[in-house]
């Protein structure tokens, strides 16, 4: 698929990979519309940028219209994310924010910017969705390594499969791939906030930077693939093959 030209939606866009990947595609051609609650992402150059919040039905409207207006849609990129540590066993009011600051902006804002979408994505006769989702979704990835109190956080994502799943099966009819980029730790500033000094520590050994996992994003819209959550790691080569068997695209 080649995205030259289109217009490209990243949500999240302000800092860390929702940032490689709006730059990382306005570099490829496309025309992007990079958003945020943080009005950080107006200093994105060659970009048109808005600040807007993907868990609000209106933002969402409204920046898909605005999107609409620069020229055929072909990309949607769902980055926004949020990250929050909520064992079961933590206090009941602290979840149930978090489940609302989560579940809002990681599926409920998935779900609204890609309805509003994809209408212009079938119109423009087709297009490519990409998920952020994670490797916790890889058992045989993820096993020893997936936090244990990261339990909103974690059903997001794995919930996050069936929207790709799904809409990768309804929308092939239309030309439209969905896929999740399902990796490991990556260089960004919702990994380094999770330490109390913002400093990586040497345990934690190699990251990926966000402009890797841009590449790869690339990649996987250049492939045509559709339906499957691509992982990647340091230290192991990230190769697309043929693609694995139904069943075994999403979790592995
Ligand atoms: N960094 C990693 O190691 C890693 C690994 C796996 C998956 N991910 C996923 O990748 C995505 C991006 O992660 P990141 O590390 O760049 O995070 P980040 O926290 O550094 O950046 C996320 C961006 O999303 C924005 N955002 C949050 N809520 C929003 C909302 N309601 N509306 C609009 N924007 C909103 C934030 O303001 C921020 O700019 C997330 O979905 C995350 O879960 C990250």
């Not at 860390?16 to 992402?41: Q, S, T």
């Not at 099966?169 to 030309?175: C, G």
Request: with cysteine; aromatic share 6%.
């Amino acid at each position: 698929m080649n995205v030259t030209g289109k217009v490209a939606i990243v949500s999240g866009a302000a800092q860390g990979l929702g940032k490689a990947f709006a730059e990382r595609l306005a570099a490829e051609g496309c025309r992007v519309l990079a958003f945020d609650i943080n009005p950080a992402v107006h200093e994105i150059s060659g970009v048109e940028a808005m600040t807007a919040d993907v868990s609000q039905r209106g933002d969402v409207e409204r920046v898909v219209a605005a999107a609409a207006e620069i020229g055929t849609i072909g990309v949607l990129v769902n980055n926004a994310g949020a990250w929050k540590q909520t064992p079961v066993d933590s206090p009941w009011e602290q979840a149930l924010a978090d489940w609302d600051e989560i579940m809002d902006t990681n599926l409920k804002g998935v779900m609204m910017l890609s309805r509003a979408t994809v209408p212009h994505l079938q119109a423009g006769g087709g297009g490519a969705i990409i998920n952020l989702s994670s490797y916790y979704v890889l058992p045989a990835k993820s096993d020893g390594t997936n936090p244990p109190d990261t339990d909103l956080y974690n059903a997001s994502k794995w919930a996050l499969n069936g929207f790709t799943d799904a809409w990768a099966k309804y929308l092939a009819k239309d030309n439209i791939t969905v896929n999740g980029l399902a990796m490991g730790a990556v260089d960004t500033p919702m990994l380094r906030g999770l330490f109390a000094d913002g400093e990586l520590p040497a345990a934690l050994g190699d990251v990926m930077s966000a402009a890797d996992i841009a590449q790869q994003m690339m990649d996987v819209i250049a492939s045509g693939r559709s339906g499957e959550n691509v992982g990647a790691w340091v230290g192991e080569l990230v190769t697309l093959n043929e693609q694995p068997a139904l069943h075994q695209r999403i979790t592995g």
